[in-house]
């Protein structure tokens, strides 16, 4: 038994550490979409265009009119080309994760609505579905990663690692009526590990700057270099 519940609490962080790279390179990946679709190439593209749409004021309002609108053309050519890309119980394949992963990518990145935490969730998920020991892995064992899992995507995206603990006690832990289930020692301690794991990797390890809900997080190592 204290064997079974060691062997989960290390893949739970093992779980954190590869969330906490994901969601790191989602956040860059966003970042760096965002800078190329509206930055200087775009809109001297537009400025090289004939007389009449070359002036700033025409070339900056093709840039954000064009600009949003491919990126939802984006995201329609990946759910066309993606079986299962909106069906929740395909979510965590990894193709239809990946697929999930580039969409939010191309929702953000060109300034459309969507809120980051989702598809940091369910890239946790995804990546807590292949360490979930096997086919020989009890539903509950794989119901606890996938829910470290979700944990650790909150945690690596918002930097909260107790934020991630608690998404999972809120969201993930309960029964079809709603119901906060009784959990094991070991639920608890993998999601906990997860959590910091994926917040530590995403933060300090890789030395991500990461911005959600517009208020910007350093690493605790960038904030001590500065004094």
Request: no cysteine; proline share 4%.
């Amino acid at each position: 038994q204290v064997r079974s519940e060691a062997l989960l609490v290390a893949q739970a962080g093992l779980v954190g550490a590869a969330t906490g790279v994901a969601v790191s390179g989602f956040k860059l990946g966003i970042d760096a979409l965002e800078q190329a679709s509206y930055g200087a190439y775009v809109r001297d593209a537009f400025l090289a265009l004939p007389a009449g749409w070359s002036d700033d004021a025409a070339a900056s309002a093709l840039v954000y009119a064009s600009v949003p609108a491919l990126g939802g053309a984006a995201v329609g050519l990946l759910r066309a080309a993606t079986p299962g890309f909106g069906d929740a119980a395909n979510r965590t394949a990894p193709a239809t994760a990946l697929s999930r992963a580039f969409a939010a990518v191309a929702t953000l990145g060109t300034g459309n609505s969507l809120g980051p935490e989702g598809p940091a969730v369910e890239l946790g998920e995804a990546l807590a579905a292949r360490v979930d020991g096997g086919a020989g892995a009890t539903d509950r064992r794989r119901r606890i990663l996938r829910a470290a899992g979700g944990a650790a995507g909150v945690a690596a995206g918002f930097s909260a690692p107790i934020a991630g603990v608690f998404f999972a006690l809120e969201v993930a832990y309960r029964d079809a009526g709603g119901a906060v289930l009784v959990l094991p020692r070991s639920a608890v301690a993998a999601t906990a590990v997860a959590s910091v794991v994926a917040a530590v990797v995403s933060q300090d390890v890789l030395q991500v700057r990461l911005a959600l809900a517009g208020v910007e997080l350093k690493s605790s190592t960038r904030l001590q270099g500065a004094r």
